[in-house]
């Protein structure tokens, strides 16, 4: 009987299974750190990757009520408001969840703000904010990719005349023509933001820091293409409280 041969693939597989065996300690973890690091680097960025495809497509399909994305002008943490806005405004018995995004910076001062501005650009177009509650740079973005409603047209007449004096009135749409300028023919005027200065939030969220500078003005915004009109109407009304009761 003639003696089977391994060639190929097998064959390196039992050698290389072999020497791993014979390896100890720090000898072992040094022949995988030369030998097998781009492999398991390969490895992990593919995990990676089907992990992250996973979440969207799960995020996509999961009910969901309310998006709301929140760049605040300071360092304060507003996860305790909004829980309370949940178990106030929300616990009517309807399906689907609040999701609300504390964690997307927006930093025109930041060396990454392209990285900002496609993350928000993403998020905008796949329909995952409704809301965003935002101080001016980001503000000035959803205004550039015309991402914010007119609210004078889209509030709800009583709510409309309460916060009619804190409408602000913007020009959208403005884009760069291809010489550099803005080509300010495009634009399009409209009250666009919700203005929070006064506000119950604004004044627990949006104070001047220990060396007094002002952290500039705080905005809420519904994003033109949402589908969830009415939490988005109620989560401004609670915004647009002076005091909480």
């Known amino acids: 009987m003639k003696e089977e041969k391994d060639y190929g693939f097998v064959h390196d597989l ?4 072999a020497t791993l065996r014979s390896l100890r300690g720090k000898r072992l973890l040094k022949h995988i750190w030369i030998y097998y690091k781009v492999p398991i680097f390969i490895a992990l ?10 979440h969207i497509l799960w995020e996509g399909q999961r009910p969901c009520r309310l998006r709301v994305c929140v ?30 995004n504390l964690d997307q910076p927006f930093d025109y001062d930041n060396m990454y703000y392209s990285v ?12 995952r904010m409704d809301v965003a509650v935002c101080g001016e740079d980001m503000y000035s ?10 609210l ?16 602000v009135y913007s020009t959208a749409n403005l884009q760069y023509d291809k010489d550099g300028r803005i080509d300010e023919e495009a634009g399009i005027d409209g009250f666009f933001a919700l203005d929070l200065e006064g506000t119950a939030f604004e004044e627990r969220y ?8 002002d952290p500039g003005p705080l905005y809420a915004v519904i994003i033109s293409n949402s589908e969830h009109l009415d939490d988005s ?9 002076t005091e909480r009761n």
């Open 116 to 127: 900002m501005e496609m993350e928000v650009m993403t998020t905008v177009s796949s329909q």
């Open 14 to 17: 039992k050698r290389d299974w």
């Open 152 to 167: 004078d047209q889209a509030l709800p007449e009583d709510f409309r005349q309460t916060v009619d004096d804190r409408l």
């Open 233 to 241: 109407f109620t989560l401004l009304e609670a915004l647009a409280e």
């Open 45 to 54: 960025f593919a995990l990676f990757s089907v992990y992250t495809i996973g």
């Open 71 to 100: 760049v605040l002008n300071t360092d304060d943490y507003c996860r305790s408001w909004f829980d309370d806005f949940i178990a106030e405004r929300m616990n009517d018995g309807q399906s689907g969840d609040v999701d609300i």
């Open 141 to 150: 973005y959803l205004l550039a990719i015309n991402a914010c409603l007119p």
């Open 206 to 213: 949006n104070q001047p820091d220990r060396f007094g500078e």
